[in-house]
Nanobody, 122 residues
Framework: QVQLVESGGGLVQAGGSLRLSCAAS????????IGWYRQAPGKQRELVGA???????TYADSVKGRFTISRDNAKNTVYLQMNSLKPDDTGVYYC????????????????WGQGTQVTVSS
């Protein structure tokens, strides 16, 4: 099973940018789909977006137009580029192996890691 580790979080002012990385180790990066999720204090974990082999990434409405997911197979890494950050983007961000169903829904296939903290100040 491929292990995924998130990194790249930090503190940023509103309007700023961050790029998160989801690095795979232990196995070759042959996963069909990787999803990015986040969880803010007092809220449920929510889908940010996902990328599949051979298709365009999908995004939650709350981040559409501001976030971009990409994959670099040579580096075994999936990226989440976050621009025009808002305080509501604050939370712990996770990546996980997912499988799509019913359009833009995703089932989780892996276990949750520690994630990486993103804090956006106003």
């Amino acid at each position: 099973q491929v292990q995924l580790v998130e990194s790249g979080g930090g503190l940023v002012q509103a309007g700023g940018s961050l790029r998160l990385s989801c690095a795979a180790s232990g196995s070759i990066f042959s996963i069909d789909a990787i999803g990015w999720y986040r969880q803010a204090p007092g809220k449920q974990r929510e889908l940010v977006g996902a990328i599949r082999r051979g298709t365009s990434p999908t995004y939650a409405d709350s981040v559409k137009g501001r976030f971009t997911i990409s994959r670099d197979n040579a580096k075994n890494t999936v990226y989440l580029q976050m621009n025009s950050l808002k305080p509501d983007d604050t939370g712990v961000y996770y990546c996980n192996k997912v499988t799509p169903y019913g359009g833009t829904n995703y089932a989780i296939l892996g276990s949750w890691g520690q994630g990486t903290q993103v804090t956006v100040s106003s």
